[in-house]
């Protein structure tokens, strides 16, 4: 009778010690699939000289760890820091930079002249007042919207079009484009016979890769610096992307920097990383599936507006408006 009673009372506390454990936010693994964490993704980024950390757009907490990890790389390396961002068009490098070194434009007014992204005030205004409040270099690294929207409809060489002036604000063609990667051939597979889609959204997403890749690599120094670059995690996933396409740059010379690659995901169970999630880069964050959305999100791989010219030349393909939002589903552009 009493060794029952103590069986019971062992197993409640068994029980007990279960409800209370306590919840991880967050995992850390390597591209192995074995255990690490944040102690050890600190000590390799400190050392390397490039930096991609690949974020679901939506994640709260995805993008809290990119300022936490902005903060701890700044206290490391001080002015050695450089940050930049695929949230960012490199036409609007300019107001990028009167508004991190305090000259001319107003925090409004940059708000309302440069292209953010909707959920610019709650998941990437934090990492740019990072920036300014520490002097720390910002690059806007991504291509304009309007020119890989030409490459979607038109291909690279819809792109003949443009100013020599407005060349600049992208990588330079022809560009290292190998359709055989599977981030570009996944891109194609899932617009099959989309029309409305455009024809070469695999296409305008290495144009993408690549302007940002080139960007990324026009501002680090071959020296002691890190550039910490922000970007959707399909963008640097399995090394592809715009780390595959700075390698291609980097073979024409002789500067070899030290990469480091970080992914998101989003698991159900934290305890182990899914196999279809290992290799994806050095360090793989696993976030709970049903971790708090900062905006509601219904997108493809990649959203590319349709420019005029376009529409003009496909009118057969122009896609159908999009429903207005309803007004609590839209984010807050107010100024706080």
Not at 182 to 187: G, L, V
Not at 193 to 217: R, Y
């Amino acid at each position: 009778m009493r060794k029952s009673a103590l069986t019971v009372i062992i197993c409640t506390i068994f029980i007990l010690a279960g409800f209370g454990a306590d919840k991880p936010a967050y995992r850390i693994f390597n591209n192995k699939g074995k255990s690490s964490g944040y102690k050890e993704l600190l000590k390799e980024t400190s050392s390397a000289n490039l930096v991609f950390f690949g974020e679901i757009h939506d994640n709260s907490l995805c993008h809290w760890l990119e300022l936490q990890l902005a903060k701890d790389l700044y206290a490391a390396k001080g002015s050695h820091l450089v940050m930049g961002a695929e949230m960012f068009e490199t036409d609007n490098q300019l107001l990028l930079n009167e508004y991190v070194t305090r000259q001319i434009i107003r925090k409004k007014d940059f708000e309302a002249e440069a292209k953010l992204w909707p959920n610019y005030k709650t998941d990437y205004a934090p990492l740019v007042d990072f920036a300014r409040e520490n002097k720390i270099k910002f690059v806007a690294t991504n291509i304009p919207r309007r020119f890989a929207a030409i490459v979607n409809f038109n291909g690279f060489e819809g792109l003949d079009s443009i100013l020599a002036n407005e060349r600049g604000l992208m990588a330079s063609l022809p560009i290292p484009y190998d359709s055989s990667l599977n981030c570009y051939q996944n891109i194609a597979r899932a617009t099959e016979g989309m029309a409305h889609m455009g024809m070469s959204l695999a296409e305008a997403q290495a144009m993408k890769d690549a302007t940002m890749a080139t960007f990324i690599l026009k501002n680090t120094a071959i020296d002691s610096s890190i550039f910490l670059h922000f970007n959707g995690s399909y963008h640097s996933d399995n090394y592809e992307g715009i780390v595959w396409m700075a390698k291609q740059y980097l073979r024409r010379g002789n500067f070899s920097p030290k990469i480091i690659t970080i992914a998101t995901v989003e698991q159900k169970d934290l305890d182990e990383l899914e196999k279809t999630n290992e290799g994806k880069a050095d360090f793989i964050i696993v976030i709970p599936s049903d971790m708090t959305k900062t905006y509601r999100v219904d997108l493809p791989l990649m959203s590319i507006p349709t420019p005029a010219s376009a529409e003009k030349q496909n009118p057969e393909n122009k896609p159908k408006p999009k429903p207005k939002p309803k007004e609590e589903d839209q984010v807050d552009d107010d100024d706080d």
